[in-house]
T-cell receptor, first 114, second 117 residues
Framework: DGGITQSPKYLFRKEGQNVTLSCEQNLNHDAMYWYRQDPGQGLRLIYYSQIVNDFQKGDIAEGYSVSREKKESFPLTVTSAQKNPTAFYLC?????????????FGNGTRLTVT | DQQVKQNSPSLSVQEGRISILNCDYTNSMFDYFLWYKKYPAEGPTFLISISSIKDKNEDGRFTVFLNKSAKHLSLHIVPSQPGDSAVYFCAASDPLSTTGANSKLTFGKGITLSVRP
């Protein structure tokens, strides 16, 4: 059964610690994305990758880092430089980064930093 | 500046009736529009899309209408069912024909639809 797996579902960290969110897909999609959702807000793009070994900054990349060493995996690291890291993080993939290639989302990771 | 606006945060509809979810946009370069549906504690799922060359696209109970001159689109659900209760996000992108349509998507804040049995 193909899909996107994000783990863990809930994550708690102390301020000042880096934390890595996992995202794995078995859909054979070339493009992958990380979004952040805050209460009452739309989804905002953090980073995206159109193909393995390449990635680009989205609208709110500051304080985040990613890697795309394998087609299936696109982990997101929330660094201590991110000023407001507490949020709901969504990973998505698509066949390609183009129209008529809808995003498939994972079920998200809720990160709480205290 | 919010380029995709879903001004009504919530909508409540009786089961069997029509649900109309509205979305306005300000960027005239947008030419590709999508609706995503999200249940609590889950990721959004793609519902329906429309390109600017059309003014209507239908998929079963779901129809999206696009009024380019008014920069307005709407999602109609007929008949509404309790399982339709979710948050609906409108999203827009440009340009339709080149790479980058997904990474250029701008999402609205979402509308919470409640369908009463």
């Amino acid at each position: 059964d193909g899909g996107i797996t994000q783990s863990p579902k809930y994550l708690f960290r102390k301020e000042g610690q880096n934390v890595t969110l996992s995202c794995e897909q078995n859909l054979n999609h070339d493009a992958m994305y990380w979004y952040r959702q805050d209460p009452g807000q739309g989804l905002r793009l953090i980073y995206y990758s159109q193909i393995v070994n390449d990635f680009q900054k989205g609208d709110i990349a500051e304080g985040y880092s990613v890697s795309r060493e394998k087609k299936e995996s696109f982990p997101l690291t929330v660094t201590s430089a991110q000023k407001n890291p507490t949020a709901f993080y969504l990973c998505a993939s698509s066949i390609a980064d183009r129209a008529r290639s809808p995003l498939h989302f994972g079920n998200g990771t809720r990160l709480t930093v205290t | 500046d919010q380029q995709v606006k879903q001004n009504s945060p919530s909508l409540s509809v009786q089961e069997g009736r029509i649900s109309i979810l509205n979305c306005d946009y300000t960027n005239s370069m947008f030419d590709y529009f999508l609706w995503y549906k999200k249940y609590p504690a889950e990721g959004p799922t793609f519902l329906i899309s429309i390109s600017s060359i059309k003014d209507k696209n239908e998929d079963g109970r779901f129809t999206v209408f696009l009024n380019k001159s008014a920069k307005h689109l709407s999602l109609h659900i007929v008949p509404s069912q309790p399982g339709d209760s979710a948050v609906y996000f409108c999203a827009a992108s440009d340009p339709l024909s080149t790479t980058g349509a997904n990474s250029k998507l701008t999402f609205g804040k979402g509308i919470t639809l409640s369908v009463r049995p």
